[in-house]
């Protein structure tokens, strides 16, 4: 793709973002050939905000969810500071596709981790990380098909990242507390509706984490200080719709709710 294909890609699929519609695909000269481009198509969605990025997101965690939408691994997406909504808030539905609510475990950024040659292990990334909290995504997409979409089409189009709820910093001993056993109990209405885990994100929220800056680092991208990571729904996605209230009880680690108007 020439760069002003990837610019059109981008304005087409933030023009549908805007309005609320759908497409079926991109037309095919502005199809991205492969991740990388594919990335490149994404970073463009920037241009239109007008806040720093406020983090990224991580799609397809599990194998359930990758199969859903016929990808072999995670994706990464950015998360708009104009999506994001207050803990507690309101989210407006309007013409949501998926209609379903994610509850998350989220990493806050302390410090850079830029590009390099060698991987990052978990430790280095860990140390880098200032806090843990609770998140709810709502996520969306803009093609009317996203399960047949494709990898390249579905990175493209943000990873399908679109409202996020951001809870309050865990307490410190969150390092000591075994993320991948967690248990995370989800309520809609009040009513318990299922158990989520951290061992359902790619086997530990943690290695999620390590996977997200890996993936920036080799696509030249840093993970910047003050940047959130939310790394994957630990529970089976919720149906929503609108008038629901949606809340996660993530125990010792705080709590993290929503309303849809």
Not at 22 to 38: F, M, T
Not at 113 to 119: G, K, N, Q
Not at 162 to 185: C, E, N, Q
Not at 195 to 214: M, S, Y
Request: proline residues 7%; hydrophobic residues 40%.
């Amino acid at each position: 793709m020439t760069p002003d294909q990837m610019r059109q890609a981008q304005a087409l699929l933030t023009q549908n973002w805007r309005d609320g519609t759908l497409i079926d695909a991109l037309p095919p000269e502005l199809v991205p050939a492969d991740r990388a481009e594919a990335y490149r198509v994404q970073a463009l969605v920037e241009t239109y905000s007008g806040q720093p990025l406020f983090g990224w997101k991580i799609a397809a965690t599990s194998l359930a969810g990758q199969q859903h939408i016929g990808v072999d691994g995670p994706l990464a997406g950015r998360i708009l500071a104009e999506r994001v909504i207050p803990d507690g808030g309101v989210c407006p539905m309007g013409n949501n596709l998926m209609k379903v609510a994610e509850l998350e475990f989220v990493f806050h950024m302390g410090a850079d981790l830029p590009p390099r040659a060698r991987a990052y292990e978990q430790e280095d990334v860990l140390d880098r990380v200032e806090s843990l909290h609770p998140g709810i995504e709502i996520p969306d997409s803009r093609f009317r098909h996203f399960e047949t979409a494709g990898m390249a089409q579905l990175i493209a189009d943000n990873a399908c990242a679109h409202r996020f709820v951001l809870g309050k910093p865990a307490p410190d001993r969150w390092r000591s507390i075994d993320l991948a056993a967690h248990a995370v109990p989800a309520f809609l209405n009040g009513r318990h509706v299922g158990n989520g885990v951290g061992a359902n994100v790619l086997g530990d929220p943690r290695i999620a984490l390590t996977w997200l800056a890996n993936e920036l680092s080799r696509h030249g991208v840093t993970l910047k200080q003050g940047q959130v990571v939310t790394t994957g729904t630990c529970i089976k996605p919720l149906a929503i719709a609108p008038g629901d209230t949606v809340s996660g009880d993530f125990g010792p680690l705080g709590q993290v709710s929503l309303s849809l108007s």
